[in-house]
Each structure stands twice: as C-alpha cells, then as structure tokens.
C-alpha cells in the first residue's frame, strides 16, 4: 500500500528564515505526490503536486517541493517564511485501487508550522 | 461560492443520535469522498463514491453509512453516534485530473 511518513510534529522558524516541512514515501510505482495546508477553522487547500517532470514543483503561496527519488522524499520548503504561513500542513500519495481503479489520497499525520515574528 | 460545501459546519450531537453531514459540491466531479480528521491520525477515508450507482468503504467505514443522493450530493451519517466518532469531517471532489478538492470541514462533537 502506498504511504508517506512526516516525521515532524512540529516545525518552528523564525519569519524571513527559509522552512522545510519534511515528508518520505513508500509506493510501488511511480508516486503521484500532493502537499496540502490547512489554516485554523479551515479546509484543506491543494498548495502543489508532483506528477512527472521536473524534481522541483512550485506551488501557491510561494511554496515549493522537491521530489528525490532516490531519497524518497517531497520536503516542503520556502526561501522565506511568512507569519502567515503559520498553519498544518499535510503530505499525501495518491493510491490506485487494484480491483477498482478509484483514486484517493492517502496522508500523513500531518505538521504544524509555527512561524514566529 | 465554495466549490464543496458542508453542512452544518459545526454540531453538537448526544451519545445514540443519528446525525446527517451533507455535501454539495459545483465542480460538475463523479468522485466523491468523506474523511475524517483526528489530531496525530491525519486524514482517514470513510466512504468514496464513483458515481451515483458506486459507493465504496474506506478504511474506517464501520460506524457511517453514506448516500450519494445525485452527481453533485454525497451526505454521510452516523446513524447511532458515540463519542470517539468526535472529530473534523470533510467531503472531497476529484474530477479526470489527479487534484482532489476539500471543502472546509464540519465539526461534529458527541457528548
């Protein structure tokens, strides 16, 4: 089954610091690999995806996301961070039923960003 | 307008009621999901749907039922809610892109 790990509860950063919110893989396959922020009494907003192409995936708000194969990694990451930024963020991977074919996201535990003034 | 909308946004519900959480969504999307958000657990999927005539359980179904009531409507309910079914709920849309949608969430506590 496809899964992605973020082993960090919490990531704090000073603003105008760079940030990295951290998130590995495990697929068979070919990762199809999703970064989604969650603001407080939110939904889930889609910040980025990586596909196929190029390793390094821009995405809303500044945001962007390097895919390493070989790592099996998707960090998160921003030249500067925003106290605005401040929110939980969470890694997903598509999963492909095998009897059905359904796609649906699988997530991780998600990670709290704190940016601090 | 949001594109998926939930309703109630927020409940309060007793121990042995039924309570409904409904879904709407414009995207003119066949697939629709129900997850639930728990703090540590991340997201979890409840119930899929491919369309109308296919409805499908997700990891932690037990508990839930849904109905897929039209294209645009995906309604689950806890027909005999217990306290630990207490979390953030959110219905999602996928169309022929690999995107999957969230609307803002809805708070269900059970006392």
């Known amino acids: 089954a496809q899964s992605v790990a973020q082993p960090e509860d919490q990531v704090n950063v000073a603003e105008g610091n760079p940030l990295t919110v951290k998130c590995t893989y495990s697929?068979?396959?070919?990762?199809?690999l999703f970064w989604y922020v969650q603001y407080p009494n939110r939904g889930l907003q889609f910040l980025l995806k990586?596909?196929?192409?190029?390793?390094l995936v821009k995405g809303s708000y500044g945001f962007e996301a390097e895919f390493n194969k070989s790592q099996t990694s998707f960090h998160l990451k921003k030249p500067s961070a925003l106290v605005s930024d401040s929110a939980l963020y969470f890694c997903?991977?598509?999963?492909?039923?095998?009897?059905?074919?359904?796609?649906?996201?699988?997530f991780g535990t998600g990670t709290r960003l704190l940016v601090s003034p | 307008d949001a594109d998926v909308t939930q309703t109630p946004r927020n409940r309060i519900t007793k121990t042995g009621k039924r309570i409904m959480l409904e879904c709407s969504q414009t995207?003119?999307?066949?697939?629709m999901y129900w997850y639930r958000q728990d703090p540590g657990l991340g997201l979890r999927l409840i119930y899929y749907?491919?369309?109308?005539?296919?409805?499908n359980k997700g990891e932690i179904s037990d508990g839930y039922s849904v109905s897929r009531q039209a294209q645009a409507k995906f309604s689950l309910s806890l027909e005999s809610a217990i306290p630990n079914q207490t979390a953030l709920y959110f219905c999602?849309?996928?169309?022929?892109?690999?995107?999957?949608?969230f609307g803002e969430g809805s708070w269900l506590t059970v006392v």
């Open positions: 997903a991977v598509r999963d492909i039923g095998v009897n059905t074919g359904f796609q649906k996201l699988v």
């Open positions: 990586y596909i196929t192409g190029d390793n």
């Open positions: 995207k003119g999307h066949d697939r």
């Open positions: 999602a849309t996928s169309g022929p892109g690999n995107t999957i949608y």
């Open positions: 749907s491919f369309d109308v005539k296919d409805i």
């Open positions: 697929v068979s396959g070919n990762p199809y």
